[in-house]
């Protein structure tokens, strides 16, 4: 990945950190988890987001009027530049789409929930 700040392909991934969850750039405070690729499988990682998303389905399910979710973002500033540049970590955030997670992954879990909280989605995951 690219660095916001010297421009070149030496963004890495922490082993640990935090990842937020917007719906139509929407959030609840609880929209937040944390991670642990030293300590958790891919499957734990998944079953995280999966009760993450399902608690936001569950709440927006409640709306009276609902817009279908068309933008999806998982993100962090929990990411280091090898050449060590001193990122801004207030105002960066990178998706964590493709990296952590896959696009296939997160369209899985999007859809299944969507349709157990009978909400329409149309996410198009083209970053
Ligand atoms: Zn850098």
């Known amino acids: 990945m690219y660095c916001p700040e010297c421009f070149q392909n030496t963004l ?3 082993s640990n950190g935090v990842i ?4 139509n750039g929407k959030s ?5 988890f944390t991670y ?11 079953a995280k987001l999966r ?13 009276q009027n609902k817009s279908p979710i068309k933008n999806f973002e998982a993100f962090s500033s929990d990411f280091v530049c090898t050449n060590a540049c001193k990122i801004d970590y207030v105002n960066t955030k990178v998706s964590m789409i493709g990296v952590i997670f896959t696009k296939d992954e997160i ?8 349709q157990k909280h009978g909400l329409e989605i149309e996410v198009y995951l083209n970053h």
């Open 36 to 46: 642990n690729l030293q300590k958790e499988t891919q499957d734990q990682l998944i």
């Open 28 to 32: 609840k405070a609880s929209s937040i």
């Open 51 to 63: 009760d993450k998303i399902a608690e936001f389905f569950s709440f927006y399910s409640e709306f």
């Open 107 to 114: 369209k899985t879990v999007l859809n299944e929930q969507a």
């Open 12 to 14: 890495k991934v922490k």
């Open 20 to 23: 937020k969850l917007a719906f």
